[in-house]
């Protein structure tokens, strides 16, 4: 891992915040045709200030303050994009997308095979909890989205991969559903890559090499699946691969088919509620090509089926845990 | 509520000039807004008889009595200006250069149609040249989706105009609300023109909103309302051509309300039992804009039986020949529907089941007569 959590700030180290924030200046300033819109994101530079001091920069016209209308602000984003602007739209909070969901799904994701239109587009937003959010600041809501053609998704979970996605997202020609994971926006830093730094969509990264179990993940439990890699070793002698999605539509099957071909055994965690996850689309898909090469069944970690809580002692209870990805690699490995 | 077949009065809130934008047109002009309402006509009923040899695929949806608000509108933008047309608004994209031929392809589902068979009826469009963008079912989505198209034009500083249409029912859409407020609030180039044609599918307009008038929710956005015939296609043309000639000097937008009436059902298919008795008739003896329009063009260009006829011919010809060769295009290839769903990848594989299989249809069944099979 070249990504640090927590701690001191070392020199030239960039947070995954203002690694978002870096990539949308370093997009707008190379493309005139880039421009944001989103609610209270211009002198206020946003409920979470990713879009801190880019009206300053670029002004009213390509940083955009909107009515509260995120049905509205994804509409005129898809109308701008046709006419060959690169919009990128911010969600107050990611929860707020399903207020969008027709617009996405119906227009947006139909437009480049039903009329030939172009929709280059982001839709990016702070998702995610163990931030103490609530059944409305803490969602998920990715999956909603996968069973949609048309539509890339992405979720990074360290600091350089959230630039360099975000500026790949903004260079893609079709929508891309940006997925920023609030827990991690101040606690993940690293030092960026030098030079134009893009991260291809539809490309896994191998978060830790190993030989015994595989977990697959994205986003903030990646950092959970890491710290129990790192106790499984210690305590039991058993090596944890870690496979870090990265981007969830398009997956990447030849990763995903080379782990667990590797260790022959899986894990799939995610912080998503467990029913129509991704979990069962990879379970799926592993079973189709890689049948031959299990030794275990596929066993998920997720977060249980509710709404999610906001009382600390029911949320931690409801999202996935360390110690339950633990529990989980002790058992495929005792297969 | 029955509706009087009677033309609502030119509205209050429409400017009172001494002189009308169509006052401009050249007799040429004026025949050429006769020539697309009687095409746009003509090529819907060459379209009923196509639907009941069952040539076309699926619903079939006319403008009947119609046909001045589609056309008049359109016919205010210049080529440059974007134009979101609904489904009773083929006679505003064939104004936009959309052709005959284009329609019955589409509507035949054949393979070289605009969308190549992905999408129905007159839901296609083209931002090359003519520029007009094709609607999608969900109803009040264009209007979000236009006030970004005029958004781009303003930031651009291009003088281009945006005109969408919606219906009296899809204004009770959140899209309609949250797009025209979008669009306002930005001084977006753009006309919104609601076609209150009195029903939304079976739903009559009482039971749509409790506004006396649709033109009163201009008032709400802090935008210009203006309401007109629709019926009269140079009523229509002259509030479109003001409120375009608005939008185009940076005032932002207007809201359009042309008043009209749906003749046929909702589709083809639909027996319009909820419309009361004579209502239909009596639009169609004493309000029909072709017919109307016909007596102007007499009265004031001295337009003879013998020009009606020869455009007659030259519509009916178009249209003969278009039929003819739509009828014979190509069905698509079925293993285009893998293809463009993304710029990148450019094509979807196909499942392991129909790899090398070319068709939904292999060799031990038969495409018709399920249940026969007799291998």
Redesign the interface.
Known sequence: MNARKGGARMTGERTYLEAIRDAMDEEMARDPNV?LLGEDIGAFGGAFKVTDGLMAKYGE??V?D??I?E???????????????R?IVELQFIDFISCAY??LT??VA?A???????CPMVVRGPSGGYVRGGPFHSQNPEAAFLHT??L?IVYPSTAADAKGLMKAAVR???CVLFFEHKYLYRRVKEVMPAGDHVVPIGKARLAREGTDVSIITYAATVWRALEAAELLQSEYGISVEVLDLRSLL?LDDEAIEATVRKTNRLLIVHEDTRTGGIAGEITARVSETCFDWLDAPILRVTAADVPLPYSPPLEDYVLPQTSDIVRAVRRLAAY | MARAGKAPARSKGAAVAVTRPSDALSREQRIALYRYMRLTRVLEERLVALYRQTKVVGGLFRSLGQEADAVGSAFALEQRDVLSPLIRNLGAMLVKGATPLEVLRQYMAKGNSPTRGRELNIHFGDTETRNFIGQISHLGDMVPVMAGVTLSFRLRGEERVGLVYIGDGATSTGAFHEGINFAAVQRCPLVVIVENNGYAYSTPTNKQTAAKQFVDKAIGYGIVGVQADGNDVLAVYDVTKEAVDRARRGEGVTLVELMTYRRKGHAEHDNQSYQPVREIERWAEENDPIDRYVKVLRDTQGVTDDELAAIEADIVALVDSATDEADASPMPEPTDALVGVYADPAIVPPLWFRESVRSAVDANERAQGWGTYDG
């Open positions: 421009l016209s390509r955009i909107t009515p209308s049905a509205g602000i994804v509409g005129a984003a898809a109308g701008a994009a046709h006419m060959g602007m919009p027709d617009m119906n227009y139909t480049r095979y039903r009329a030939f239109l172009p053609p048309g890339k893609d020609d079709d398009p």
